[in-house]
Antibody
Framework: EVQLVESGGGLVQPGGSLRLSCAAS????????MEWVRQAPGKGLEWVGR??????????EYAASVKGRFTISREESTNSLFLQMNSLKSEDTAVYHC?????????????????????WGQGTTVTVCS | DIQMTQSPSTLSASVGDRVTISCRAS??????LAWYQQKPGKVPKLLIH???SLHTGVPSRFSGSGSGTDFALTISSLQPDDFATYHC?????????FGGGTKVEIK
């Protein structure tokens, strides 16, 4: 069974740091793009960032709201994903979900095919408050 | 950034009703649009991808349509298990963006 379990959330003061972890099971993390998506209390879903798979050199993309402050990384040996969050702000308060992304884009001739994220972890809560 | 706008934000309906939720993109996303269902206290579940392709195990009463900038999610006959919030998401351009969500409530 494919499963994602996040940990590391908590209460932190503005300007502080936190490192979230996501343990994956049931599939090889290295085969998939992986996403972080957050949901502030009573709000909609906000994509935080992505790390591509091993075949695409684990390159990353970030939302403008977190670029330069958040860093996504992986550890192959433990099949784990991480989100290092620095310079935290009150607006970063949210439940953070680790989400399995696609295996990548498929190029067929002149066409490129994209695929959605499909399996979500339960999330870990981050509260930024003085 | 591609802005995704869903309407309505809340929808009241009865069991057995046909329900349609709209999602509009600020620029074309071709067919690279997904729909997710989220029940209270639960994580989103993928319902539809590529605008109209049903994800594995999703009941056939759910259907998606549209391309370019205008999309719709239709539930042909609303069941008690379908009362939830529905999110659309485009996955062609960075940043990946979601609509604001549509809550389907019991009338």
């Amino acid at each position: 069974e494919v499963q994602l379990v996040e940990s590391g959330g908590g209460l932190v003061q503005p300007g502080g740091s936190l490192r979230l972890s996501c343990a994956a099971s049931g599939f090889m993390l290295s085969d998939h793009y992986m996403e972080w998506v957050r949901q502030a209390p009573g709000k909609g879903l906000e994509w935080v960032g992505r790390t591509r798979n091993k075949a695409n050199s684990y390159t990353t993309e970030y939302a403008a709201s977190v670029k330069g402050r958040f860093t996504i990384s992986r550890e192959e040996s433990t099949n784990s994903l991480f989100l290092q969050m620095n310079s935290l702000k009150s607006e970063d308060t949210a439940v953070y979900h680790c989400v399995r992304g696609p295996r990548g884009e498929v190029v067929a001739g002149s066409a490129v095919y994209f695929f959605p994220m499909d399996v979500w972890g339960q999330g870990t809560t981050v509260t930024v408050c003085s | 950034d591609i802005q995704m706008t869903q309407s309505p934000s809340t929808l009241s309906a009865s069991v057995g009703d046909r329900v349609t939720i709209s999602c509009r993109a600020s620029q074309s996303v071709s067919s690279w649009l997904a729909w997710y269902q989220q029940k209270p206290g639960k994580v989103p579940k993928l319902l539809i991808h590529k605008a109209s392709s049903l994800h594995t195990g999703v009941p056939s009463r759910f259907s998606g349509s549209g391309s370019g900038t205008d999309f719709a999610l239709t539930i042909s006959s609303l069941q008690p298990d379908d009362f939830a919030t529905y999110h659309c998401q485009q996955y062609i351009g960075y940043p990946l963006t979601f609509g604001g969500g549509t809550k389907v409530e019991i009338k």
